[in-house]
């Protein structure tokens, strides 16, 4: 039952890491991109539109690709037109949650329930997998699991020991003393935000191909948001994102194992549990860690 | 030209930008874009019904939480949790109508609006201590108690709350008499219209000419010279307008559960509080303008309503052109600033500050 709890804590934690890193670097650059959760659900309507005729691998190519193009939208008016930040990425919220309801009307007609893709099985990792009690909860996961934890590495290794990592970092802390220092500030936040994008799509394509198998109008439910809460609670590391990302997934999974145990608790309060976890996570996580000082500011 | 005019004229063309893409996506997607767009027509402004029952009747909810909206956004207060707040409000009231004897009449009306006020301001008093005690984002926290209206409302309405025959996920119906009146016989008019519009009328008042409003201005315009140099209270001003904005969004709650629906649904808003957002920023945040922000945006979901019953196409497609009028109005603002820089520097006016205000880097 352990194992069961751990698995279903992992498996709902992969889409809230993979938007959380990507948002991770973002903010590192000095851009919050509200957007985030427009872009997850792009990236879930994606998926569910390019499994049938390309495969799931394409279709996960497809989901990180429509949530650059949400990404492109936010940056296109915040960075370049310089727009407040907080109110274009609400702005392309809307607009993701709507246009992707649209077209799945459109494309799939009124009923859509027929539209179901097989999810990705799990793949077990030699070895690893093997590790009693975790081992087949971390490491019998599907295939976009095992890409963000890859992802946390990469994003490890490349904030902070390359030369762009820290020219990101800076331009976050300071776009006019990165510019002073010779950087590009603006091209370094077009990048943040263009790896936003991309993985918030992933997350995306990943809640459809490795979870559920279908589509539904507003399915991110809100796990842009509870995306950028992981990010402030993991200070702004790749590595604190991880594991303030298993947090939120323990929290959801606890209600799939206390009603399997046949606790009769209301399942909706269980809902609502994930989303009140991320208002006392906020609370706790404040003041106490610096976010990046440039955080949000419009664009110099 | 005028700012005023210009401003107009943007807003006007955004609108006619927004709409024309519909009729592009319409096509695209193989509508007849003509007869599409007609239905839509039609459904909002095509006869007396379709203005009363339709128009101003989805328009009502729209500008009680666009006013709610406009307000926190006046203050610098980005408060996305108008719709929490509207749920909050509508459970409220329909409680409390519940709770009290129908025989009563308009003393449960009044109370039930009272409690949907009321418990409007609760819901927003959370973010607003979230963010006075922990800085936490507002953005972020109003955003997560609306999933969390949405999903007690719907534990409510299959539990303490749920009709008698405990058969649908709804409350009891309210009793006529605890109704809203009815403001055109033969529509479904109600008097909440008016409240809204007077509300309208005494907020643009109140920002334009009160000490108050005055201090809620100066506030969102420049919190750190609003305190120093106007010795406001900014920190009290921002918990009072979050409470305020909550409140108005409540009531709007509890207006649509007296005037329109009579129970409580789990679905009873079909996402007024984010339509707001957009009622909000087409209005340029003022509440008079709201009144008309709040009408296009009524005759476009009721027009939407009649294109999906009689051209088939799903409503859903309208949500698109809200989206597209708030990415392009955040544009024209840049537009907008821009003009305006370039007026200052031909009339000599000091250069433009740098628009980073970063505190110093800590060590």
Redesign the interface.
């Known amino acids: 039952m352990i194992t069961d709890f751990l698995d279903a804590a992992v498996r709902t934690a992969t889409p809230l890491l993979l938007a959380a890193l990507g948002e991770t670097v973002a903010e590192r650059a000095g851009v919050i991109n ?1 957007g985030l959760e427009g872009a997850i659900i792009a990236g879930c309507f994606a998926a569910i539109a390019a499994a049938t005729p390309l495969g799931a691998p394409a279709a996960l190519a497809a989901a990180a690709l429509a949530g650059l193009a949400m990404a492109a ?1 936010f940056g296109l ?1 915040a960075l370049t ?4 930040q ?7 919220t ?6 992707t ?2 077209l799945y ?2 494309t799939f007609g ?1 009923q859509g329930a027929a539209l179901r893709t097989p999810t990705l099985p799990p793949l077990a990792l030699p070895g690893l997998s093997a590790i009693p009690i975790v081992g087949p909860a971390f490491f019998r996961q599907p295939l976009p699991t095992y890409i963000a934890y890859a992802a946390t590495l990469l994003a490890c290794w490349w904030l902070y020991r390359t030369q762009t990592g820290l020219a990101l970092r800076a331009t976050g ?5 990165a510019r002073a220092a010779g950087l590009a500030p603006a091209r370094l936040q077009w990048l943040g935000t263009a790896i936003a994008g991309l993985s918030a799509g992933l997350a995306g394509g990943s809640i459809v191909l490795a979870q559920v198998g279908t589509f539904a ?1 507003g399915m991110s ?2 796990r842009g ?2 995306a ?2 992981i990010v402030a609670l993991g200070r702004w590391h790749p590595a604190g994102a991880a594991l303030a990302a298993l947090v939120f997934g323990a929290a959801s999974a606890l209600q799939f194992t206390l009603q399997s145990a046949g606790f009769d608790l ?1 399942y ?2 269980f ?2 549990l994930p ?2 976890l ?2 006392v996570a ?2 706790l996580a ?2 106490r860690y ?1 976010a990046p ?2 955080l949000g ?4 | 030209m005028p700012a005023a005019l210009r401003s107009l004229a943007l807003t006007v063309g955004t609108v006619v930008v927004a709409i024309a893409l519909l009729a592009l996506l319409l096509a695209g997607a193989g509508y007849d874009a003509a007869e599409a767009l007609g239905a839509l027509w039609n459904g909002a402004f095509g006869s007396w019904t379709a203005i009363a029952s339709g128009t101003l009747l989805r328009a009502t909810p729209l500008l009680f939480t666009g006013l709610a909206v406009s307000l926190a956004f006046t203050t610098g207060i980005l408060n996305v949790g108008a719709e929490g707040q509207l749920l909050a409000g509508a459970t409220a009231a329909t409680a409390v109508a519940l709770a009290m004897p129908a025989s009563a009449g308009l003393a449960v009306t009044l109370a039930a609006l009272a409690a949907g006020t009321l418990a409007g301001a609760a819901w927003a008093a959370v973010p607003a201590w979230l963010r006075a005690r922990f800085g936490v984002l507002e953005v972020i926290s109003t955003i997560m108690l609306n999933f969390v209206a949405l999903n007690v409302t719907g534990w409510l309405v299959r539990g303490p709350l749920q009709e008698p025959t405990r058969i649908y996920p709804q409350s009891a119906m309210l009793d006529a008499a605890v109704r809203l009146p009815r403001l055109v016989p033969g529509t479904r008019l109600h008097a909440g219209v008016a409240l809204a519009v007077l509300l309208a009328l005494a907020l643009a008042w109140t920002l334009r000419a009160t000490a108050g409003g005055f201090r809620v201005r100066m506030t969102g315009a420049n919190a750190a010279a609003a305190a120093s140099a106007g010795r406001i209270r900014t920190g009290r001003v921002v918990a009072l307008v979050f409470l305020a904005s909550g409140a108005l969004a409540g009531l709007g709650g509890a207006v649509e559960v007296l005037g329109v629906t009579f129970a409580l649904y789990e679905n009873l808003s079909p996402g007024y509080g984010y339509t707001a957002i957009a009622v909000a920023l087409l209005a340029g945040l003022r509440p008079g303008a709201a009144i008309v922000a709040a009408l296009l945006f009524g005759a476009l979901q009721a027009g939407a309503a009649a294109m999906q019953r009689d051209a088939g196409v799903p409503a859903v497609m309208v949500s698109v052109v809200e989206g597209c009028i708030i990415v392009l109005l955040l544009a024209s603002e840049w537009v907008r600033d821009r003009a305006a820089r370039a007026a200052t520097s031909t009339r000599g006016g000091p250069p433009t500050p740098p628009a980073h205000h970063a505190s110093p880097t800590p060590a």
């Open positions: 509200v939208a008016v037109l310089k727009a407040d907080i109110i274009t990425g609400t702005a392309v809307l607009l993701g949650l709507g246009l309801g649209a009307r459109v009124d802390e300071n776009p006019a003393a109008e439910a809100g948001f509870v950028i809460a209301p909706q309060l809902l609502a989303y009140l991320t208002l906020l609370a404040a003041g610096a000082a440039a500011k419009r664009p110099v």
